[in-house]
């Protein structure tokens, strides 16, 4: 079992930055792919970036390619997002997920474990 906690989501004018937080518990999550994902109101939870956690391979949705990064920290078992650039449109409610296969996938419901959401809103 892998317990998901994400954290840095605030309010952040056009163009400022912040960086998400998710530290992960109950297991090491080696073996695991990470991602994170965004979902507004009445919109379908969307794929944002994702890495391997075994080699830190990275992805990226066209939307945020070299806005945002994703990075993991193994020895603090936690994946961080780095939004930079952001626009009024990023304002969403950011998940981080992690899916027992090391495989790359934008389709959520191929995760096993989920977070608790952490609010990210761009004012113009």
């Known amino acids: 079992q892998v317990h998901l906690v994400e954290s840095g989501g605030g309010l952040v004018q056009a163009g400022g930055s912040l960086r998400l937080s998710c530290e992960a518990s109950?297991?090491?999550?080696?073996?695991?792919?990470l991602a994170w994902f965004r979902q507004t109101v009445g919109k379908e939870r969307m794929f944002v970036s994702g890495i391997k956690w075994n080699g830190g391979t990275t992805y990226y949705a066209d939307s945020v390619k070299g806005r945002f990064t994703i990075s993991r920290d193994i020895a603090k078992n936690t994946v961080y997002l780095q939004l930079n650039s952001l626009k009024p449109e990023d304002t969403a409610d950011y998940y981080c997920a992690a899916r027992v296969y090391p495989l790359h996938t934008t389709n959520g419901g191929s995760f096993n474990y989920w977070g608790q959401g952490t609010q990210v809103t761009v004012s113009s």
């Open positions: 109950g297991r090491s999550l080696s073996g695991y792919y």
